[in-house]
């Protein structure tokens, strides 16, 4: 009896422990880089700051309403692969030889589901072709044209030109590849839903000028991608090579779930620690179950965002940046 007591305690304890403190949150990138000014210049900083309010808006529709987190980080993902001042969809960045390659991967922290893309040339959406590898096939990732073929197999959107993806901007580098330009704006997604599950999406045109075939890290499940319910989920952008070496978004949840440090202290170590002493640049999102969030970067700047209703209260609390601040939004 004085077991059985004791144990319904603990337990207590265990529920207490582990209960969700925000009801719902959504934390959004939209890729990390140099920004040099950005913030400064008031028209530009206004369009991202607008993007990644719609970003949340669109996130918040669906998590309010009971929508589960794959949704959520699709709808949120297809948004941004639509908006051309990103690095994903149209506006993705190119290979050295002016092609577009995309990746993209989702993953689900209740079953640790996933699926990913890389290094596809004719899906609009390469989100959705990741959710498709994870839900339809036993694969976790399809590359180059098994990927493409398997979407326009799923009647996924397709597109019959490349260079779809394309915008004056990055016809512009693709004349210009010799000179050395830049772009930053890989997208994320990482969301708590009301029924306690945690799922994490990113997707990306790579690294300019990177050598056709070339994968980052944000197909790669662990590296750029990773969801847990007893960790977090996370989603990462920067200099894939070492998001890879230091296998990121696995190696933060992992800290959170199997060390119980806090997540901002644990992305912490990683992007100013591990990264910094290789001088490895970007940053991440994540969410834990109780729905404390964190958003490092080393780099200049990176697109965030974050929106969360607390338990009990009616208003959804929001914020964006670009730079070191953070713009609470009405
Ligand atoms: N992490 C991406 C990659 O290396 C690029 C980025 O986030 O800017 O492919």
């Not at 989702?106 to 989100?127: Q, T």
């Not at 044209?145 to 326009?152: P, Q």
């Amino acid at each position: 009896m004085k077991r059985l007591f004791i144990g319904l305690i603990v337990a207590l304890i265990g529920v207490q422990l582990y209960a969700q403190e925000r009801e719902y949150v959504i934390v959004v990138h939209g890729g990390a880089g140099a920004m040099k000014g950005l913030e400064n210049n008031k028209a530009k900083a206004a369009e991202y700051y607008a993007a990644l309010d719609s970003a949340l808006t669109i996130g918040d529709a669906i998590l309010s309403r009971g929508g589960e987190g794959p949704e959520a980080v699709m709808a949120v993902i297809n948004y941004f692969e639509g908006n051309p001042l990103f690095n994903a969809g149209v506006g993705a960045t190119c290979t050295i030889d002016g092609t577009f390659e995309l990746d993209a991967s989702i993953m689900e922290g209740k079953d640790l589901s996933a699926g990913a893309v890389a290094g596809v040339k004719y899906v609009k959406h390469p989100i959705n072709a990741a959710y498709a590898v994870k839900t339809k096939t036993e694969h976790v990732m399809l590359a180059g044209e098994g990927a493409d073929l398997f979407a326009k197999e799923q009647g996924l959107e397709t597109v019959t030109d490349n260079q779809y993806f394309a915008t004056p901007k990055t016809m512009k580098w693709i004349e210009e590849l010799k000179k050395e330009s830049k772009k930053n704006g890989t997208v994320g997604c990482v969301v708590l839903d009301k029924q306690g599950n945690l799922t994490a999406g990113t997707s990306t045109g790579g690294r300019f000028k990177k050598q056709w075939g070339r994968v980052g890290d944000s197909p790669v499940i662990g590296a750029g991608t990773y969801a847990d319910n007893e960790g977090c989920a996370v989603s990462c952008t920067g200099h894939g090579e070492y998001f890879i070496r230091h296998v990121v978004a696995y190696n933060l949840s992992t800290r959170v779930k199997m060390l119980n440090q806090p997540i901002e202290k644990a992305a912490d170590e990683i992007i100013f620690g591990e990264l910094n002493a290789e001088a490895g640049n970007g940053g991440l999102i994540a969410v834990d179950r109780k729905g404390n969030i964190a958003m490092p970067f080393n780099s200049g700047g990176m697109h965030r965002g974050y929106l969360y209703k607390e338990k009990g209260k009616d208003k959804v609390v929001k914020a964006v940046g670009i730079g070191q601040t953070m713009k609470v939004l009405p």
